[in-house]
């Protein structure tokens, strides 16, 4: 395979560069150490952790033969990659109608991601789909939702407090997925955040008749150390999805393995870019895995 030769070419010009002794020694010792080497610096290339590409290469190394081959190694690391990632959930309907909420900080495209669901389960699917937003920091949001829901032929809601969204689940309670559209918090604004947990933990408490699903909606052109702040304040909000925008935005999608291996939280979509319905999909792990390693 082309990456397999790529790893092959670099690791011979690697092997004309100077070593120290102590490099070589451990290169003797270990046969497969430069390509492992290689594939730990493409990981980091793609911005993955350290900790976490230091984690990947060491299980690969204590488990395969020595004197691999380069497929042999890609494929143990492409296949760990896969198992650090995950099977992706995605959204369906059940016995009882399903409230999505949809929560994360500002700007990442939250309602836009909101909009291309609901068209995707209300077109292709055929499920009763219906909205509320709590956006109501930002009047375009309120619009915007409003013109997707028209579109689309769907009702929505608009709630101005967490109490009154009893009343709105009420309304529309022989719906298939209720979308949920919460305003962009400042993960720093505490006051902010109280809202939002008081607004989950009110839809909640009606579990007899709804389910809850969570996501966490997160820009993938955001950096880690900030991703870690953001999803530690969203740590209390218990079996949240994650959801990836703006893959289109970036070359590097390292974020997505950190944050579900710093988190444990399940991956469920990514977007990449601006159309609806469109530019949206259940996370597709084996394509993550091949980018991560330069495929």
């Given amino acids: 395979p082309a990456v397999a030769r790529a790893y092959e070419e670099m690791a011979a010009a690697a092997e004309k560069e100077p070593v120290s002794q102590e490099k070589q020694t451990k290169e003797n010792n270990n046969s ?9 610096n493409k990981l980091i290339d793609n911005e993955v952790n350290e900790k976490y590409a230091n984690a990947i290469i060491n299980e690969v190394s204590g488990s395969i033969k020595k004197e691999a081959s380069i497929d042999s190694l890609l494929g143990c690391v492409y296949q760990k990659i896969i198992l650090k990632l995950g099977e992706p959930v995605y959204m369906t309907k059940g016995d009882k109608p399903k409230v999505i909420m949809f929560i994360g900080p500002t700007g990442v495209g ?28 930002r009047i375009a949001a309120v619009e ?25 689940l ?26 939002l947990h008081e607004l989950r ?23 880690y150390k900030d991703m870690l702040d953001i999803t530690g304040m969203y740590a209390d909000i218990p079996d949240y999805r994650l959801i990836f925008t703006k893959l289109d935005e970036t070359c590097a999608y390292g ?14 979509y990514t977007t990449t870019g601006q159309n609806v319905p469109n530019d949206i999909e259940v996370i597709n792990e084996q394509a993550i895995a ?6």
């Avoid at 939250?110 to 937003?133: D, G, N």
């Avoid at 809601?157 to 009154?164: L, M, Q, R």
């Avoid at 091949?290 to 495929?295: A, C, D, E, S, V």
Wanted: glycine share 4%; charged share 25%.
């Fill in 255 to 268: 974020n997505i393995l950190n944050i579900r291996m710093a988190t444990g939280a399940q991956l469920s």
């Fill in 144 to 168: 915007q939702l409003n013109t997707y829901a028209s579109i689309i032929e769907c009702p929505v809601n608009v709630v101005y407090s967490v109490d009154e969204i009893a009343q709105s």
């Fill in 32 to 40: 497969n150490f430069k390509y492992l080497q290689l594939i730990y």
């Fill in 290 to 295: 091949r980018q991560l390693l330069g495929g």
């Fill in 170 to 195: 009420e309304d529309f309670k022989d719906f298939d997925l209720i979308f949920v559209d919460t305003a962009g918090r400042s993960h720093k604004d505490k006051e902010q955040m109280l809202e």
């Fill in 110 to 137: 939250k309602t836009t991601t909101i909009a291309k669901l609901a068209s995707y389960y209300k077109l292709e699917k055929q499920y009763k789909v219906a909205f509320i937003t709590a956006d109501t920091y």
């Fill in 201 to 223: 933990d009110m839809v909640a408490g009606l579990s007899d008749t709804f389910d809850l699903e969570c996501y966490l909606t997160l820009s993938a052109t955001t950096k």
